[in-house]
């Protein structure tokens, strides 16, 4: 079955430091991998997805994201934090399945709160 | 373009009335999708609509109705509010709901169920 972890429900970082969001991902094939920001009273927005090729895919905002096959990882990172990258961040799977599946499977979000 | 707008932005039931949420979106995608998000469980899809005049279950249908019957509107029914509904609820829309497909999510609505 296809699932996402986000091991970490918070990460804290200072701001200048570089931050880290974790996302592990179980599926039986190909993955497509998304991750999403939410900020506070806000709806969620894409930030970068991985579909094929580079295994580092670069975002908004600064935010770039590795993809490890090997580790079925797909980790959010960011040089250098800001206190406005202050929010919570979802990572989102699909699998590549020739089917009519078109539904996201959604980790339970790590909140992210960059200290000035 | 507005993207995907959402109405009320907050609504107070009371347990047992009904209402609907209401969703478009002026993209002119094919995938539409409603999520409820609780605290702990992340984000859960309810139903989701890959065209006009057509549905499908999610995940947590129970409670819930939607229809399609234009490309552009997506509303979410509650039939009888219950307390277990309090939640945040999002739409989502996508331009064709290929597996690779970008979600444009709206503002959400907040609703609490007395």
């Known amino acids: 079955a296809q699932s996402v972890a986000q091991p970490e429900d918070q990460v804290n970082v200072a701001e200048g430091n570089p931050l880290t969001v974790k996302c592990t991902y179980s599926v039986s094939g190909n993955p497509y991998l998304f991750w999403y920001v939410q900020y506070p009273n806000r709806g969620l927005q894409f930030l970068l997805k991985?579909?094929?090729?580079d295994n580092l895919v670069k975002g908004s905002y600064g935010f770039e994201a590795e993809f490890n096959k090997s580790q079925t990882s797909f980790h959010l990172k960011k040089p250098s934090a800001l206190v406005s990258d202050s929010a919570l961040y979802f990572c989102?799977?699909?699998?590549?399945?020739?089917?009519?599946?078109?539904?996201?499977?959604w980790g339970l979000g790590t909140s992210l709160a960059v200290n000035p | 373009n507005a993207g995907v707008t959402q109405t009320p932005k907050f609504q107070v039931l009371k347990t047992g009335q009904s209402m609907t949420l209401q969703c478009a979106q002026d993209m002119n995608h094919e995938y539409m999708s409603w999520y409820r998000q609780d605290p702990g469980m992340g984000l859960r899809l309810i139903h989701y609509s890959v065209g006009a005049g057509i549905t499908d279950q999610g995940e947590v249908p129970n409670g819930y109705n939607v229809s399609r019957s234009t490309t552009e509107d997506f509303p979410l029914r509650l039939l009888s509010a219950a307390p277990s509904q309090t939640s945040v609820y999002f739409c989502?829309?996508?331009?064709?709901?290929?597996?690779?497909?970008?979600?444009?999510f709206g503002p959400g609505t907040r609703l609490t169920v007395l």
């Open positions: 991985y579909i094929t090729g």
């Open positions: 989502a829309s996508s331009r064709s709901g290929r597996r690779t497909d970008t979600q444009y």
């Open positions: 989102a799977v699909r699998e590549d399945y020739a089917g009519n599946n078109r539904k996201l499977i």
